[in-house]
């Protein structure tokens, strides 16, 4: 199967050596110094169990590559627009497109059903260029549990012991989900096509939304705040809200607050939200907390400290020069 990851950074490197692994034929695109990296010495990921090398084919000119039969979209939100010419370069009849990202994503409404059935999202999606290139049909959803750092060009460390993916579609089917999945699953990656992909997207955003507004508020990973006392209060009342709000949508979650709290304070990763405002990088800003508090106000469900805690990291967003603005790439 000819898979290509357009997206080369911390998660498209991970996956692309997943895939490798898995036997399929993988390209990436990628630029700059990572395309030069991974040219001369392939992908390497680092996991706590192994450590390995994928010499995949890689370009910055997706046309090179050619149609696929499935293709992974890994970079950051405000960068879709920018990707979409090249990623048409990528499709086939039918292709699979899986959009491995956090947040709510461009497709989110699309096969809702109801009287949201359909809804654009103007702020993920500027100028309808994925529903126009991609559209809601090749899409499927894809929710990774796992903390990846690009510790340099072309090479990805993985902090967390057993990582996990979750691929589904807008519609709720899992056939193109679960070939996709085979080739990804491994002994300490597990992978699974399931019929609610939306309810995993709330899941993790409440993991999301926890360590994203603390974490941008800080600057510093969950291992070094969600001990205090009075941060740890707080968090289990973002998580709260955003399970009234997933709940109120339709994809009540299971999430364990206490559970993410004591995983959290052993997490050494910070939020890649985190990073990407430490850098003045446009942030995924509105997949992560603007369209979620668009759907608590839709829903009429209270959101009060999420709202504050918005608040203050679009504030910190805009002085840093990271909030997304439809034309960054
Ligand atoms: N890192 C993590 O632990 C996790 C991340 N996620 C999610 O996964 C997604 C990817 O995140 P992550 O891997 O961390 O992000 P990175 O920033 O590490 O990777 C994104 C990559 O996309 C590349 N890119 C952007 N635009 C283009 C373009 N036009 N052409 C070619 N390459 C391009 C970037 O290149 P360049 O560097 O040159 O801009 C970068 O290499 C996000 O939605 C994130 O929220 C989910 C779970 C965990
Ligand atoms: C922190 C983590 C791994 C989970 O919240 C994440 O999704 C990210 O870095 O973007």
New binding site residues.
Partial sequence: MKVCI???????CYLAGRLHRGGAQVSV????A?LAAIRERGITVETPARRWQSPVAAS?DPAALGPQDAVIV????P?LP??AP?LAQLLGDGTPVAF????IPWWYFAHHGGPMDGRRLPRIDPGDAMWTTVGPDRALGGV?L?????VAPGEVHVETPKSTLYLGEPAGGTARAEALAALLRDDDFTVAAVADIRQAIWAKLQMNLCSGLFGCLSNRAPSATFHIPAVAEAVRRVAAEAGAIAAAMGHPTQFDAEANIARATKQV?RS??VQDLDAGRPM?FHPTFGTPQECARMMGVPTPTMDLLIALVEARARAAGAYPTETQ?
Avoid: T
Wanted: hydrophobic residues 50%.
């Fill in positions: 357009y997206g080369a950074g911390a998660v498209g695109v990628a630029r700059g990572n910055d890994a970079v950051k939100a960068a920018a990707i090249g491995v990202m956090n947040g990774i796992a903390s990846c750092d690009l990763h890649s939200i995924e790439a």
